[in-house]
């Protein structure tokens, strides 16, 4: 099997880290199991995260020129089909339709997002390329039941949906936590993203009932300014890790209590995937998206606030067996759903449907 695959927002060769570069990463190698050979098709950049419409205009037409390249590419290479990753208003595919057509080979999504609100205002033109991405589909692969919502309100009539649960780049669980280590949070700090959570946590700690607690933070970013004032009252309980690579961050896991992220604005959360594979029991906010990747007992609700969330902590950590109990769970749960193999099925699944195996 030979397949073409694309991700607009960023490569999955992008030299900078992040989450949807660790997907990128995992889709190429659940793709490329048994033997598949994916290429990736482009690294041309669709993004315009300002709202610009003449940055819009202007990679239209860089575009224009990359899909002849590309499907001269793809003649030579005998793609069998085009697989997209992460087709959104602010990162369009404005390439893999076109590709797809001229090479006659069927055309899937993964993840695409469908947002008919912003036909109108400063992402016009590129919310009508990503909303026409989407109609090309044959197969759109969705991660969660809050992204299928909007795909099946506006899929064409013979376009296929199937979930894809999200998934850890690696075939097996690693090694798992003691269990017995500080609470552990793991997040980029960025002011629109990701702050938010952090302010949570802030006022969570606020209300944990001693000090006999330790919390260590994973993560940089141009906020960490902002975020080490909000821990400024918890200094001798609160210790800074930095940004950790996988490896790094892995073995953090493997010596930390539980995992403690509210998940405001996350999609679902790699994060939670991760810490569970390692055993680790979460406290988070029932979120939509977030709760559909976490084991166990439903999170503390978004409108119980920092309370519940407090709570749940400290019934955590006073009831060893009931963090192990947690544990178990989470580790099946990854095991059955969230692991390459488990991904590879699904994904042969779709190509099956549109004629490719």
């Known amino acids: 099997?030979?397949?073409?695959?694309?991700?607009?927002?960023?490569?999955p060769d992008d030299?900078?880290?992040?989450?949807?570069?660790?997907?990128?990463?995992?889709?190429?190698?659940?793709?490329?199991?048994?033997?598949?050979?994916?290429t990736l098709a482009s690294r041309f950049r669709s993004r315009d995260g300002m709202g610009n419409a003449e940055v819009q205009a202007d990679l239209i037409a860089q575009a224009a020129k990359e899909i002849s390249r590309v499907s001269e590419a793809g003649k030579r290479a005998g793609w069998?089909?085009?697989?997209?990753?992460?087709?959104y208003y602010k990162a369009p595919d404005l390439i893999g339709p076109q590709v797809a057509s001229a090479l006659d080979i069927p055309y899937l999504q993964i993840e695409s997002t469908r947002a008919r609100k912003r036909l109108e205002g400063p992402w016009a033109a590129f919310a009508k390329a990503a909303e026409a991405?989407?109609?090309?589909?044959?197969?759109?692969?969705?991660?969660?039941?809050?992204?299928?919502?909007?795909?099946?309100?506006?899929a064409p009539r013979s376009q296929v949906l199937i979930h894809l649960p999200p998934f850890l780049n690696r075939d097996t669980l690693?090694?798992?936590?003691?269990?017995s280590g500080?609470?552990?949070?793991?997040?980029?700090?960025?002011?629109?993203a990701k702050l938010p959570s952090y302010q949570i946590i802030a006022q969570t700690l606020a209300l944990l009932p001693d000090t006999d607690w330790c919390l260590q933070i994973a993560g940089d970013g141009p906020a960490r300014a902002e975020v080490e004032a909000l821990m400024a009252p918890f200094r001798g309980n609160v210790r800074f890790l930095g940004a950790?690579?996988?490896?790094?961050?892995?073995?953090?896991?493997?010596q930390s209590s539980l995992l403690f992220w509210p998940g405001v604005d996350e999609a679902f959360g790699m994060v939670y995937l991760e810490a569970q594979a390692a055993g680790l029991p979460v406290v988070a906010q029932d979120r939509p998206g977030v709760r559909e990747v976490l084991a166990g007992a439903p999170q503390p609700a978004v409108q119980d606030g920092p309370a519940a969330l407090a709570a749940r902590i400290t019934d955590m950590m006073n009831k060893p067996a009931q963090r192990h109990k947690a544990a178990l769970e989470a580790r099946s749960m990854i095991a059955k759903r969230h692991l390459l193999p488990a991904a590879a099925d699904v994904l042969r699944v779709g190509l099956a449907k549109v004629g490719v195996r």
């Open 1 to 11: 099997m030979r397949l073409a695959f694309y991700a607009p927002m960023k490569p």
């Open 15 to 38: 030299p900078v880290p992040s989450g949807d570069r660790s997907i990128a990463r995992g889709l190429v190698a659940a793709l490329a199991q048994r033997g598949t050979e994916v």
């Open 80 to 87: 069998q089909a085009w697989l997209t990753y992460h087709n």
């Open 133 to 154: 991405a989407s109609d090309a589909a044959q197969v759109i692969f969705y991660f969660t039941q809050h992204d299928a919502e909007t795909l099946l309100r506006d």
């Open 174 to 179: 690693p090694v798992p936590s003691g269990l």
């Open 182 to 192: 500080p609470m552990l949070s793991v997040g980029m700090m960025r002011s629109a």
């Open 244 to 254: 950790l690579d996988i490896s790094a961050l892995q073995e953090i896991y493997r």
